[in-house]
Each structure stands twice: as C-alpha cells, then as structure tokens.
C-alpha cells in the first residue's frame, strides 16, 4: 500500500496545521497520543503556557500520522490561546480531519500563579 503523506519521510524543520491521515486498520477502537511538549501564550500577559496533552479518538475510516500531529501541535508554540481554547481548537481540528466516532482532548496546564488548570474537550458523532 502507498501513502501520499506530506510530512513523513522527508524533512521537517517548521510547523504545519495539516495533519496527514492514513486508512484505520481493522478492530483499532482507541488511538491515544500524549505529549508534554505543547506551548502558547497566554493571550493577555504573553506569558508562556507549557502543556501536557492528552489526545485519544476512536477511528471510523481514518488514523492521523504521528509526525504530522507533532508538526500540527507545534504551531500553537507562537500562538495567544487560553488553555480552554487550545483543548478545542485541537480537538475540533482533528474532528474534522479524522471524522472519528469522537475525539477527545485532555491539556493539563503546568502550575502558573499556583494555579493548574486541567481542559477536557471532546466532540462527538452525532
């Protein structure tokens, strides 16, 4: 089987928004993806955010390629965002591009003002 991907195999130095699919394989009922390397900024201080997230959806037709979803989530590094935004925005993204039975985003927000805040986004098939 061939693959048309835009990112895989070849070299990345900047982010992209375009995600890279591939045909699920059989009996996947779960893809989970998690990363502690995500960052924005905070849209009124232009304070740093650094982020764990969680991603996990449940293939219909469609899987995201890992190196694609690394280049995708590096694009919000520059980018003024609340947390709560960013949870959605990815979620919704990846949605759209995927059409999963859901999507679910989980970001855990480091400590910042003694705070740590925790965003759960999830869309879902109607």
């Known amino acids: 089987m061939e693959y048309d991907f835009t990112k895989l195999g070849r070299p990345m130095n900047e982010p992209s928004k375009e995600l890279d699919r591939f045909p699920a394989p059989a009996n996947v009922t779960l893809v ?4 502690d390397e995500l ?3 905070c849209p009124v201080t232009a304070q740093p955010d650094f982020n764990t997230v969680e991603i996990e959806y449940a293939p219909d037709q469609w899987c995201v390629e890992s190196k694609s979803l690394k280049l995708y989530l590096w694009t919000f590094r520059d980018e ?3 947390g709560e935004s960013l ?3 990815i979620a919704q993204d990846l949605f ?3 059409q999963p039975h859901f999507c679910r985003v989980t970001l855990h927000q480091n400590v910042r003002g003694g705070l740590q805040m925790t965003a759960v986004a999830e869309v879902r098939n109607p």
Do not use: C, G
Not at 32 to 35: G, H, L, P
């Open 32 to 35: 989970r993806f998690t990363s």
């Open 80 to 82: 003024p965002i609340f």
């Open 87 to 89: 949870a959605a925005t």
């Open 39 to 41: 960052t924005s900024f």
């Open 96 to 98: 759209d591009q995927l």
